[in-house]
C-alpha cells in the first residue's frame, strides 16, 4: 500500500514558478513509478509527468514538456515537480500518483494522492 500526500500548490502569476512535493510512504516506494496527473476546471483528467523508480526515465505530456521537470528522492520518499514558466493554461489540482508499471501509471495509476490546487493568474 502506498499513501501520497502533495503540497506546495498556491497562487502564482503568469511566466512564474512553483514546486510541488509529494510525500510518500510505504517501503515500496523506492521500486515504484511516480508521477502527475492534473485536472483543469471542468476538463477530463490530464497526465503530466513520470518518472520510473530509478529517476533515470521521465516521461512528460507535451503540454508541460520543456516547462516542467519530474525529479524524486528515494532517500525521502519524495517525488517533486518543478514548474517554470507557467501559464494560465496550468491551472488545475495537480495529484500525485504511482504505479508499479511504468507504462501503466500513465493511463490508470494504482494510488493516488488527495491533490494541491495551483492556480495561475494572467
Known amino acids: 500500500q502506498v499513501q501520497l500526500v502533495e503540497s506546495g500548490g498556491e497562487l502564482v502569476q503568469a511566466g512564474g514558478s512553483l514546486r510541488l512535493s509529494c510525500a510518500a510512504s510505504?517501503?515500496?516506494?523506492?521500486?515504484?513509478?511516480m508521477g502527475w496527473f492534473r485536472r483543469a476546471p471542468g476538463k477530463e483528467r490530464e497526465f503530466v509527468a513520470h518518472?520510473?523508480?530509478?529517476?533515470?526515465?521521465?516521461y512528460y505530456a507535451n503540454s508541460v514538456k520543456g516547462r516542467f521537470t519530474i525529479s524524486r528522492d528515494n532517500a525521502k520518499n519524495t517525488v517533486y515537480l518543478q514548474m517554470n514558466s507557467l501559464k494560465p493554461e496550468d491551472t488545475a489540482i495537480y495529484y500525485c500518483?504511482?504505479?508499479?508499471?511504468?507504462?501503466?501509471?500513465?493511463?490508470?495509476?494504482?494510488?493516488w494522492g488527495q491533490g494541491t490546487q495551483v492556480t495561475v493568474s494572467s
Open positions: 500518483v504511482s504505479d508499479s508499471n511504468f507504462v501503466a501509471i500513465t493511463r490508470n495509476p494504482q494510488y
Open positions: 518518472i520510473n523508480w530509478s529517476g533515470s526515465n521521465t
Open positions: 510505504g517501503r515500496t516506494f523506492s521500486t515504484y513509478t
